[in-house]
Each structure stands twice: as structure tokens, then as C-alpha cells.
């Protein structure tokens, strides 16, 4: 099965910060105030996703 | 996860805008939620009130998330869109400029002190009940009926907002949010990407 891995749309990002605290696994930080960046250890479980309230993040597959 | 004393700060957004009801001098408080993310963007760089100090922003996520308040539906693109966050700023700044101009026209006795709470800029609702005439300046009291009337109505969009869509969907189109994120890139304007 294909990794799967948060992925941010920036120019939608508001930088809140709600999908940092969703993250059990801190994979999810935001970059400066600007925009939330995923790191390696991202596992794909969408909490994230669901919860940010620009619908910024999607989970796609990686190769 | 351990709690940290500033998981609680939505405790004083709830008693800030009970406190209104009692004795409108309290509105000053608010200011702190407009300079205290400002400072943090200005010299931290960082959004980090929102995403740590920011008791509304705490207050609403309990509201939608912990007590499922929430229908958790994705908004609708407009209202995420560029356009409408910088608009509302835009706006919203516009709304508080006038707010300053009727304080100031107080202050020079051109206007009388009006005891009315605004809300989302149209409904004026009386509420002498908590005023209590003091020796301060009347104007004084005219910057509290206004910001308490920001504070007010920003708080109910929040919750309609909440209550449609995500918990935090006023975080979107936030002014506090929008501006601190505009600082941010100002700052990282022109800076080579972590990426
Ligand atoms: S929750 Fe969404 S909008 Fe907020 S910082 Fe995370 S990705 Fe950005
Ligand atoms: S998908 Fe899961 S692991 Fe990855 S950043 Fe989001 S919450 Fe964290
Ligand atoms: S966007 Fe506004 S309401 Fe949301 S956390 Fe930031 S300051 Fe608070």
C-alpha cells in the first residue's frame, strides 16, 4: 500500500494552527504564521484534514 | 497531552463577555485580544496566539468540538476565498475607524454618550443596565459600548459560523487571524522556503 501524507494547500492555509493541535503525532506545525507544513512523520490519518476549517489539507498518496 | 495554563484561556473569554453585561468598563479588556496577537506577529513572527493563546478561538472549538455543537461541514469557497478574508478585514477596520470617530465625537462633546451595544453593525440594543455613571470621561465609557459591540457581534458570527460549518470556522475569516497573517508574510516575504 502507498504511504499516505497530509498535503497543505498554502494559498488556503489561514495558519490557525487547529490541525496542530489534532495531531497526535506532531507531524503538523505551522511555518512562521503563515501556512501549516507536514513533516516525515505524518501517517496519513486525516485528523487534520477534518478539522482545519479552511479545508486546506488533503491526504493523498505518495510513492 | 498535559494541559497548560493557557488551554484555559477561553475561561476568560466567556467571563469577558459576561463581564459586558454587568459593567461595560470591562470592554476595555479586549483590548488585549486586538495587541496582544499584533505584538506576537510584529516581534515573535509567529501566529502563535492563534494557535496557542486565543481563548475564543479555544471557546469555539470547545463549543463545536468537545460539545458537538458543530454540523462540521466544509464552508463554502467564497467565504474562504482571498478576496472575502481581505474584504471582511477591510471592513471590519472600516467599522472600528467609525467606532474611534463616534468615541472622538464624545470626547470633543459633539455627540452624546449613546448606551447602546451594536450589534453586527446594524441592531442597536439598550443596555444602560450596565452603565453606571462614574467621573470618568464619558467617552471612556462610549469606547467600551463600542468595542464591546465588536467584541459581541464577532462573537455571534463566530458561533453561526461554528454552528454551520467547522468548529473554528471563524478562524477563516477572522480579522485578528487575517492581520497577524499578514505581518507573518511580510516578514517572511523575500525568505527562502523550509520546504
Ligand atoms: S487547520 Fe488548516 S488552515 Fe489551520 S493551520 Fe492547519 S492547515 Fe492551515
Ligand atoms: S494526517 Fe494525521 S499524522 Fe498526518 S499531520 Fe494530519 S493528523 Fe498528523
Ligand atoms: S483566527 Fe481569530 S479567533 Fe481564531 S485563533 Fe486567531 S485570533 Fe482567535
New interface residues.
Partial sequence: MAKRKAVVDK??C?????C??ACKLQAIT?????YA?VSDRCVGCAKCA??????AIRVESST | MKKHFYDYLWIASALYLILGFFNILFAWLGLLCFMIPLLI?IFG????Y???YCGR?QLF?LLG?TLHLSR?K??PRFL?S?IF?YGFLAFFMTMFGLMIAQTVGVFLNADSLKTAVTLLWTFRVPWTFAYTETALPAWISQFAFGFYSIMLTSTILGIVLMVL????????CCPM??M??L???G??HGKTE??
Avoid: E
Avoid at chain 2, 513572527?45 to 502563535?48: I, R
Fill in positions: 494559498t488556503h489561514v495558519a490557525c494552527g487547529c496542530t493541535s505551522v511555518f512562521r504564521g503563515i507544513q477534518s478539522i482545519c476549517p479552511a479545508d | 506577529s513572527k509567529s501566529k502563535a492563534c494557535n496557542r478561538g472549538s468540538q462540521n466544509p464552508m474562504k482571498r478574508r460549518y467547522k468548529p473554528r470556522a471563524w478562524c477563516v487571524g487575517t497577524t497573517q505581518v507573518c508574510k516578514h517572511a523550509q520546504n
